[in-house]
């Protein structure tokens, strides 16, 4: 991905509007300001050399799934690119996990690269947090999720599949070494 000069005032802007709208949430099971993981994220895409739409993405990327917000919001606010990259990371929440996890890592299987760099930034920042939490909380890290340890490395293997078309990335090669770790 080509980066570009950033318009500061554009991503700060997103940044401010994704903050606003996630500002009660906390990171599972800790008292970690939500916040933290959009930032963490947005970095990442920043490193990789992602597209503004891509880092602006990144930063929304949950907006729509953990906030109520809708895809057409989004869509009047920062555009039709930004819009489908966000849309790329939006599960249908009421399926059962794995069926849902599995229906998004299909639709993004066929999309963008640009859509996967989003969602690996998202998977890297995800597991680098289990990664930590492990060496921390041990095996009570998977008590605070809403599935057992076998269906999130199940999600997550999807997730490698998915991406593999990105596989050269660093992002991707840094998802797949905390994959490792964790798994």
């Not at 903050?19 to 008292?31: I, N, S, V, Y």
């Not at 947005?42 to 597209?51: I, S, V």
């Not at 640009?114 to 921390?136: E, G, M, P």
Request: a negative charge; one cysteine or more.
């Amino acid at each position: 991905m080509e980066n570009n000069m950033m318009d500061i005032d554009r991503l700060n802007f997103a940044f401010d509007y994704a903050k606003k709208k996630h500002e009660k949430q906390l990171r599972k099971g800790t008292t970690v300001p939500y916040v933290v993981h959009l930032y963490e994220v947005m970095q990442y895409l920043k490193e990789e050399g992602a597209t503004e739409d891509g880092v602006i993405a990144g930063v929304l990327h949950d907006v729509v799934e953990d906030t109520g917000t809708s895809l057409g919001e989004i869509r009047d606010i920062f555009g039709e690119n930004i819009a489908y990259l966000v849309g790329m990371e939006t599960e249908e929440k009421g399926l059962p996990y794995l069926e849902r996890k599995r229906r998004h890592m299909n639709r993004l299987k066929n999309g963008t690269d640009l859509a996967k760099l989003v969602n690996c930034a998202d998977k890297l920042s995800n597991l680098r947090s289990i990664y930590l939490d492990l060496k921390t909380l041990g095996d009570k890290t998977w008590d605070k999720f809403n599935s057992t340890k076998d269906n999130i490395k199940a999600y997550y293997t999807m997730a490698l599949d998915a991406l593999s078309s990105i596989k050269e990335h660093e992002i991707y090669k840094k998802f797949k070494y905390y994959y490792d770790l964790v798994f």
